[in-house]
Structures are given as C-alpha cells and as structure tokens.
C-alpha cells in the first residue's frame, strides 16, 4: 500500500497513526543550531517526535493534516525544506571527513554540498542515492549507494628521511607498510590509500602525492544488499561532478522508469555502461 502524500510532496505523508510525517531535507548530516531549534519548536508546535532517519535527514512525526501548512512554512523561514523521497536524486549522506576526523584522507562535506546544489531534487528513473566516506575504511558505507564516494591518498616515500622507526607499520592496518634494512617499504598492491601512515610518520618520510577519491556505482543498502562495482578507483575532485552528469544521462536514457541502477547496470552489463559513461558521443543510449 501506497502511503498518502500531501500536495504532491513525497516527503511529507501520511504515517499509521493517521497523522503525517514531514522528513526534512538535510545534506551530509549538517543543520545550523537555528535550524535544530527550529526542528524543536515545529515538533513541539504540531507535531509529536523527531526522528533521526538511516540516511542523516530528520523527520517530524505526527503532524495532523490541518497543521502541515503552518508547519511547512515555519520550517521553510529557516531554510528548512521537505526532504528527498521517491524517484529523486535523494538527499546526499556523508561523514564529517577531513575537516574534523583524524582518520579522513579527504574532505567530504562541502563535496557533499556541491552535489546536493547540483542534483538533489532532480527527477531520475529509481531513487538515486549517494554515500561519501572520508577514507577507504568508511563508516558510512558508501559502497552501499547507486553512487559511493571515498577518500584516498597514494603515499609516496622519502627514504633519505626515513629512520626506520616502523611507525608505518604499526597504524597500517592491511599490511602494506613494512622495514626493510632500515628503510620503509610499500606494497602498493595491498595499499588501501588511507594515508594513516603519513600523519603518522614522526619525520614527514611519508606524503601524499596524490589525492582523490575511489568512486562506485549500482550499490544498494535496501534487500537485498548488494556492494556497487568500483567505476574508478581514483578520481580527482574536479572529476566527480562531471562524472555523475553524464551517469545520470546514461541512465535515464536507458533505463525504464522505476528501475533502480543496480537493475540497469544488470540489465546491460557494467562493461557496456562504463562504456556508455565514458564515450565521446552525444548520445548517452549507444
Ligand atoms: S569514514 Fe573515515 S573519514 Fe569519515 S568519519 Fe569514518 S573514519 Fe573518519
Ligand atoms: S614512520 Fe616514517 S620514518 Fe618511520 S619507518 Fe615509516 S616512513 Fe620511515
Ligand atoms: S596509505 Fe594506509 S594502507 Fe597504504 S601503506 Fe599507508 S597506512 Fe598502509
């Protein structure tokens, strides 16, 4: 059964208790303490709970219909708007990356914004989400996503500086940094990118020579899960932008309505649709 939407908004619906559900839009997890406040204040007004959902948005639950107006419209002054649901590019999903984690090899939350301004809200063919982690041992499993983003840095080494201390060794966690006759070795086939070894490195022997971000299609989180297939696994900042414009093009064009990523890229295989992605053409169906 079909949930019953207000004033064509898939956002705000009606719940079994009668009443109706208003799932507010939020980007990587972030809100203004005015807009928390805010949140409060609808709740406590016309509704019942807040609800904190699986991907970051929050919900004010048991809005009765006869309220939603004045409710909308109290969130709306605070820049509060109802969330993504449906066949959208939904709201995007992010951890708090380099701008507060130790751990991050990449920053996430403004990349988060820069594609929620792009995409979020436009109509696609299934629900279309994102997941961005800040490193390559993600918490927020973006693999999980139609479109996953996570963080990289190749290390490089400067052996005239390295001691051999084994520093690298000890934080690298799949086994890839080792000593050998006093020096720093890498296994760039084990590397995992995750550049803990060169925050790490007491003599800054380490660095990153290079940053980016694997990135992932066709993922879903849903039943039943399935880890989407690695598209590249390291783009440039500037790339990703361009990369999901012209994924999204392949998809609407070949995709029948309703039918999520995962089952378009089954359907045509991921060779053909990494070709398609990346042809010259204009024509994103061929
Ligand atoms: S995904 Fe990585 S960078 Fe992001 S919060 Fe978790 S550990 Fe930190
Ligand atoms: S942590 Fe730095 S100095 Fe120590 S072994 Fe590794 S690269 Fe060399
Ligand atoms: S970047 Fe991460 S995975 Fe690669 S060698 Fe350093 S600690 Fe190990």
Not at 163 to 179: I, L
Not at 218 to 233: C, K, L, T, V, Y
Request: glycine share 12%; with cysteine.
């Amino acid at each position: 059964m079909k949930p019953e939407i207000y004033k064509g908004m898939p956002a705000v619906f009606k719940r079994r208790d009668g009443k109706f559900e208003i799932k507010i839009l939020v980007t990587g997890g972030m809100l203004t303490p005015r807009q928390v406040r805010r949140i409060g204040e609808v709740a406590e007004r016309y509704g019942g709970e807040v609800h904190i959902t699986v991907r970051q948005e929050l919900s004010i639950l048991g809005v009765p219909e006869e309220k939603l107006d004045p409710a909308l419209q109290d969130l709306a002054e605070a820049g509060l708007l109802p969330g993504s649901a449906g066949m959208t590019f939904r709201n995007v999903v992010s951890c708090l990356g380099s701008d507060y984690c130790f751990k991050a090899a990449a920053e996430t939350t403004s990349l988060a914004e820069e594609i929620a301004e792009r995409f979020t809200g436009e109509k696609t063919p299934g629900p279309l989400k994102v997941g961005i982690g800040g490193c390559p041992f993600p918490c927020t499993r973006p693999q999980f996503n139609e479109i996953g983003i996570m963080g990289r840095v190749r290390p490089e080494l400067d052996l005239e500086k390295c001691t051999g201390c084994g520093k690298c060794v000890e934080v690298c966690k799949v086994g890839a940094a080792s000593v050998v006759e006093g020096k720093a070795v890498i296994d760039y086939g084990k590397c995992a990118m995750c550049g803990r070894c060169v925050v790490n490195c007491p003599v800054g022997a380490r660095y990153t020579a290079e940053d980016g971000y694997m990135f992932f299609v066709g993922g879903r989180g849903s039943w039943p899960p399935h880890e989407g297939w690695i598209f590249r696994d390291f783009v440039g900042r500037e790339e990703i932008l361009p990369l999901i414009g012209r994924i999204l093009e392949v998809y609407r064009a070949g995709a029948k309505p309703g039918m999520r990523l995962l089952e378009f890229i089954n359907t045509i295989g991921f060779e053909e649709f990494r070709r398609r992605v990346e042809a010259d053409d204009a024509d994103p169906g061929r």
